[in-house]
């Protein structure tokens, strides 16, 4: 496939360099192959331009490495190409173009989940009246999760577990499966937010067989980690009654973590830091907690990620007040 398009290229034919560079990069992307996915994507790009494509073809192209960017923690490259995705969908009234608009926005919104979630939310929303005029079952019911984790995120759970639900039925009746998944994956975050970690870890239950199922290895990662704090979350929710089945969060982290690495995700590596280095203090391991929990500010730091930062610094001040060491541990948490 690559040695396909880089002959057509050569040869000046750019419709079909387009075309192979296209399939080469989504290739590349769904193997986790990041740098070679972004290198593919650009070359695709430029040939887009020889040939003045369609406008539906450049905004998938832009979708595409701006979601390579986003996993490699390119905020900036992720930024443009999502905002060039935005302004070539502009007003059509097309229905492939507006379904492109809704996810540009859609993935527009998770990026500044990571920096500003005011913008998230006026992204979040805008594709939530998209969804609603588009009159498509799935595209509301993906509009509905994202905003529901957008309320969760603004401390209000019940809005974000309402919201969820709405999704989770419209999925189900149209039997879409990872749809099912995702939505199961957001009610588990939603209930361990919420202190309910017996329905928190039933969810995860559900959902983490059905992405290995589908091959889907950021979602696995996400509820992985999710059923990990579900289990170690007493050092948070006090009074939270714990699962009855025995869970371990070390066995459940220790995957994901190798998930990330697999794929290449760098938010997710830093989540899970925090997430290991709060584990291994409530359970007295405090020389792995630090060791953990400074990678993980060094990788959120890298990337700019911001919501990560302050966890792992978060995580740093509660070990140093474990640690008797309140004048770092005030440092720290001042910081974050």
Same mark, same amino acid.
């Given at each position: 496939?690559?040695?396909?398009?880089?002959?057509?290229?050569?040869?000046?034919?750019?419709?079909?360099?387009?075309?192979?560079?296209?399939?080469?990069?989504? *290739?590349?992307?769904?193997?986790?192959? *990041?740098?070679?996915?972004?290198?593919?994507?650009?070359?695709?790009? /430029?040939?887009?331009?020889?040939?003045? +494509?369609?406008?539906?073809?450049?905004?998938?192209? !832009? &979708?595409?490495?701006?979601?390579?960017?986003?996993?490699?923690?390119?905020?900036?490259?992720?930024?443009?190409?999502?905002?060039?995705?935005?302004?070539?969908?502009?007003?059509?009234?097309?229905?492939?173009?507006?379904?492109?608009?809704?996810?540009?926005?859609?993935? &527009?919104?998770?990026?500044?989940?990571?920096? $500003?979630?005011?913008?998230?939310?006026?992204?979040?929303?805008?594709?939530? /009246?998209? =969804?609603?005029?588009?009159?498509?079952?799935?595209?509301?019911?993906?509009?509905?999760?994202?905003?529901?984790?957008?309320?969760?995120?603004?401390?209000?759970?019940?809005?974000?577990?309402?919201?969820?639900? /709405?999704?989770?039925?419209?999925?189900?009746? =149209?039997? $879409?499966?990872?749809?099912?998944?995702?939505?199961?994956?957001?009610?588990?975050?939603?209930?361990?937010?919420?202190?309910?970690?017996?329905? !928190?870890?039933?969810?995860?239950?559900?959902?983490?067989?059905?992405?290995?199922?589908?091959?889907?290895?950021?979602?696995?990662?996400?509820?992985?980690?999710?059923?990990?704090?579900?289990?170690?979350?007493?050092?948070?929710?006090?009074?939270?009654?714990?699962? =009855?089945?025995?869970?371990?969060?070390?066995?459940?982290?220790?995957?994901?973590?190798?998930?990330?690495?697999?794929?290449?995700?760098?938010?997710?590596?830093?989540?899970?830091?925090?997430?290991?280095?709060?584990?291994?203090?409530?359970?007295?391991?405090?020389?792995?907690?630090?060791?953990?929990?400074?990678?993980?500010?060094?990788?959120? +730091?890298?990337?700019?990620?911001?919501?990560?930062?302050?966890? *792992?610094?978060?995580?740093?001040?509660?070990?140093?007040?474990?640690? &008797?060491?309140?004048?770092?541990?005030?440092?720290?948490? $001042?910081?974050?």
């Amino acid at each position: 496939m690559v040695q396909l398009a880089h002959h057509h290229d050569k040869a000046g034919d750019d419709g079909r360099a387009l075309h192979y560079f296209t399939r080469a990069a989504e *290739n590349a992307h769904s193997v986790y192959a *990041n740098d070679e996915a972004f290198t593919h994507y650009t070359r695709a790009l /430029e040939a887009a331009k020889r040939v003045s +494509a369609s406008a539906e073809s450049v905004i998938g192209l !832009c &979708l595409g490495r701006g979601r390579v960017c986003q996993t490699l923690g390119d905020f900036e490259g992720a930024l443009a190409d999502y905002d060039s995705a935005l302004q070539l969908a502009g007003s059509s009234g097309k229905r492939d173009v507006e379904h492109l608009k809704w996810r540009a926005l859609i993935d &527009l919104g998770r990026l500044w989940t990571s920096r $500003d979630y005011q913008l998230a939310h006026h992204c979040f929303a805008d594709a939530l /009246e998209l =969804a609603h005029r588009m009159g498509d079952p799935e595209v509301l019911a993906g509009s509905l999760n994202w905003m529901g984790n957008w309320y969760l995120n603004q401390e209000t759970p019940r809005a974000a577990t309402k919201h969820h639900g /709405e999704a989770l039925e419209i999925f189900e009746k =149209a039997g $879409d499966r990872r749809g099912i998944a995702a939505t199961l994956d957001l009610l588990g975050i939603a209930s361990l937010l919420g202190g309910d970690l017996i329905a !928190c870890v039933g969810y995860y239950d559900r959902a983490i067989p059905l992405f290995r199922e589908l091959g889907y290895l950021p979602s696995l990662v996400s509820s992985l980690t999710g059923r990990g704090h579900a289990r170690g979350a007493t050092f948070t929710s006090l009074t939270a009654i714990s699962p =009855a089945r025995p869970i371990s969060p070390r066995r459940d982290f220790e995957e994901a973590i190798r998930i990330a690495r697999e794929i290449g995700s760098l938010a997710d590596e830093a989540w899970l830091a925090w997430s290991l280095g709060r584990m291994h203090t409530v359970q007295g391991r405090y020389g792995q907690a630090l060791e953990v929990i400074e990678q993980g500010h060094d990788i959120a +730091a890298e990337i700019g990620h911001r919501e990560w930062i302050v966890g *792992n610094r978060c995580a740093l001040g509660v070990l140093f007040l474990e640690l &008797l060491a309140p004048q770092k541990a005030r440092r720290v948490l $001042d910081a974050a």
